[in-house]
């Protein structure tokens, strides 16, 4: 009975909690209406309803208050969700990205907007870009580097020609199932999957399943949506996927490195200001001379700035002319970068700021 009591009394002061939380979650959407409103009489466009700075402050300032049993991960996500839909009390924010539906880049877009986003699924890259350049989306979500295999040469290939600007990234820890209708390994005989999927498996696949066929697809979920109608066949991808296209876990968790993560960008229209902890990606070409790399990136070296990536991709100008993707720290709008940047347009033949962003906060 004094069990029965003390649980009651705990039980009630949740409920209490409980109905706080309510009221004080429809004050902030309350608040969030007066927001737009602010905005639409200030001319606001409706992409610019979402604002990654803000954002990422926010989340920040609720890591660090953070005090409680939850993991800071837990409580960001909390949150995440409350910001999700206030934001679509003011306006319905819609994400491109690459499907289809059950791909790990929807994932990536979830984790960054939340539940309440609208998320529209493209089946290429290429397709995610054009969605948001001609205004079918208001973002694109794409991937752009894994852990263990490296850049996604096509997100970086699409950055050459496209005006969008990077907004935002998203890490996301990547676990590969193998999925399948057969309940029997050895009745599979073609393996589905996006060709940097087969590649962060490789060992697995060749101790596991070195008889089977391997055929690359675009993405992960479009594997798993062709094994759902394809006999004797399995699809690399993730759990959701499973849940989807009505497959069965074959193995979990066949990714080689325990550590796999995939970075993903947030691409827009928006320049984004200054957060504090901030990244900047640019697209330089080299004059074509001897020592030129060299030269070109001793502003950031002269400047005290970091640098976190280089990678060429072919210019499509010429035969043996390449582009530099490179990502600093630090925003275009502090004055040593903006130092820096002035430093390296005089040494290249080609500077442009693909954006300036917050890191990933978590």
Not at 82 to 102: D, F, N, Q, R, W
Not at 248 to 263: F, L, Y
Not at 303 to 314: D, L, Q, V, Y
Request: proline content about 4%.
């Amino acid at each position: 009975m004094e069990k029965e009591t003390s649980l009651t009394a705990v039980r009630e002061k949740i409920d209490g909690l409980d109905k706080q939380i309510q009221t004080l979650i429809s004050e902030r959407a309350a608040l969030a209406l007066e927001v737009a409103k602010v905005k639409i009489a200030s001319g606001d466009q409706e992409a610019d309803f979402y604002r990654p700075a803000r954002e990422a402050n926010v989340l920040r300032d609720v890591i660090a208050r953070n005090s409680g049993d939850l993991p800071d991960a837990e409580m960001a996500r909390l949150f995440r969700e409350i910001m999700s839909a206030c934001l679509a009390a003011e306006k319905p924010i819609e994400v491109a990205y690459l499907g289809p539906e059950g791909s790990f880049t929807q994932a990536a877009g979830l984790k960054q907007f939340g539940g309440s986003v609208r998320l529209n699924a493209y089946p290429t890259i290429a397709d995610v870009f054009h969605a948001v350049e001609v205004g079918n989306s208001h973002y694109g979500m794409v991937p752009v580097e894994n852990s263990t295999e490296g850049v996604v040469s096509h997100t970086l290939d699409r950055f050459i020609d496209s005006p969008l600007k990077i907004n935002g990234e998203v890490s996301l820890r990547i676990h590969h199932y193998l999925l399948s209708k057969e309940t029997d390994n050895k009745a599979i005989q073609k393996i589905y999957a996006h060709p940097q999927a087969l590649a962060q498996c490789r060992h697995w696949l060749q101790d596991n399943m070195a008889d089977c066929e391997q055929i690359a697809v675009s993405s992960n979920s479009e594997a798993a949506r062709l094994v759902a109608e394809t006999p004797n066949s399995a699809a690399i991808a993730g759990d959701r996927a499973a849940e989807i296209y009505g497959l069965s876990a074959v193995a979990k968790h066949i990714e080689d490195e325990a550590n796999n993560t995939t970075r993903f960008l947030v691409v827009g229209h928006q320049s984004v200001p200054m957060t504090g902890e901030d990244k900047t990606a640019l697209l330089v070409s080299t004059k074509n001379e001897s020592g030129a790399l060299q030269t070109l990136l001793k502003p950031l070296a002269d400047n005290g700035i970091s640098m976190s990536r280089i990678e060429s991709r072919p210019a499509r100008t010429g035969i043996w002319e390449y582009v530099f993707f490179i990502d600093i720290d630090g925003h275009q709008e502090d004055p040593i970068v903006a130092t820096a940047l002035a430093q390296l347009v005089e040494q290249s033949a080609i500077c442009r700021v693909l954006g300036s962003y917050p890191k990933a906060v978590i």
